[in-house]
C-alpha cells in the first residue's frame, strides 16, 4: 500500500481488462486519467470533489452514465467529449463555472435536468451537442451567451422566458433543425450572427434585429418585427431565399447595406412612413422583387444600386397621393412605374 499524489492523463489507456475503478478517495480536483478509457460504462464521483478538468472523460465512448456530487463547482472545456454512449448525467448543477464543450460528441445524452440554470448561460457551454433535441430554459435566465447552443444541427425547438433581455452572437447559428423560433419582447440586446445558417427556420418573431442575424436562413419564410425597431442593420437578412414579404413597422428609419441581399424570392415590401434612407445594396439579388409599397410624404434620395436594374424596370412602386413628382425627381428611386395610392 503507498500514496499517490498525481495521477496522469490516461495512463489507463489499451488496458481492455481493466474496467472497475474505486473512486471513494477522491477530493479537490478529479483526476483525469481516465481520458481515452474505452472500457468504463459508469462513473460516480464521490462528495468531496469540487473540480472536474478539462478533457476529463474526453474519448471514454463506452460511458452510459455519469454521477455528479453536490460540491461540484466547475466543469472544465470538452469534460465529455467524445462520450457518444453517454446517456445519463445525474446531480449536474448548471449554476457551477461550465468550461465550453462540455457535451460536444455526446450523440446519445438528449437532455439533462435545466432547471438549475440561474442568471446567464455560459458562452459555449453546451455548443456541438449532437444528442440535444429540445431545449426549456427556465424562468430566471437574464443572458444567454454566445455561441452556447453553436451547431446543435438536431435542437429542433428552444423556448426562450420573458425574464431574458439579452442574446449574445451566434447563440443559435448552425441549428439547421430549428423552424421556428419566439424571441420575449424584454429582449433589448441581440449579438451578431444570432441565428447564421440555420437553415431550417421559417418562421420568427422578434423585438430586435442585430447585423447578419438571419444570414443564409435560406428557409425563412414569416417574420414577425414585435419591438420598436428603427435601423434594420447590414445583412440582417442577407441570403434568406425562401423570404417572400416584409412588412417594416412604423418607426424605423433605416435600412442599413445589404440588409436584404440576395433574397431572390421577395417579391413585395412595405415601408413605413418614418423610412429616412435606405443604404447601398439593400435589396440587391432581390430579383422577384415587382411591388414596392411607401407611405413616405418625403423621401430622401438613395443609392442608385439600393434596388435592381430588374425590381426598377418591371415593378410598381406605390408611393402617396400627392407625391409622384418627388419620387420621380429623387435619384434612385427612378422605378419605371409609379402609383399614387
Known sequence: RFSIRMLGKGIFNNCPNLTDFDF?????????????????????????????????????????????????????????????????????????????????GCSSLKGIDFSSLRGSIPDMAFAEWPGLESMVIPEGVTAIGGKEFENCYNLRSIAIPATVKEIRGSAFSGCASLTEVIIPDKVEEMGTNVFYNCTGLKKVSTPVVSKMMFQSCSQLEEVTLTGQLKVLPEYA????????????????????????????????????????????????GCTSLRTVYSLVSSPAAI???????????????????????LYDATAGRNFKTIVEM
Open 303 to 325: 443609392p442608385e444600386n439600393s434596388f435592381t436594374s430588374v425590381t426598377k424596370d418591371e415593378g410598381t412602386l406605390y408611393v402617396p397621393a400627392g407625391t409622384r413628382s
Open 237 to 284: 437578412f442577407s441570403d434568406c431565399s425562401a423570404l417572400k414579404r416584409i412588412n417594416l413597422p412604423e418607426g424605423l428609419t433605416a435600412i442599413m447595406n445589404n440588409a436584404f441581399i440576395g433574397c431572390a424570392s421577395l417579391s413585395e415590401i412595405h415601408f413605413p412612413h418614418s423610412t429616412k434612407f435606405i443604404e447601398n445594396e439593400a435589396f440587391a
Open 24 to 104: 471513494s478517495s477522491a477530493t479537490g480536483t478529479f483526476p483525469d486519467f481516465l481520458a481515452g478509457n474505452t472500457n468504463i460504462t459508469s462513473v460516480v464521483i464521490p462528495e468531496g470533489v469540487t473540480a472536474i478538468p478539462e478533457s476529463a472523460f474526453s474519448g471514454c465512448t463506452s460511458l452510459r452514465s455519469a454521477t455528479l456530487p453536490s460540491t461540484l463547482t466547475s466543469i472544465g472545456k470538452m469534460a465529455f467529449y467524445g462520450c457518444h454512449s453517454l446517456e445519463e448525467v445525474e446531480g449536474l448543477d448548471l449554476s457551477i463555472d461550465l468550461g465550453p464543450y462540455i457535451f460536444r
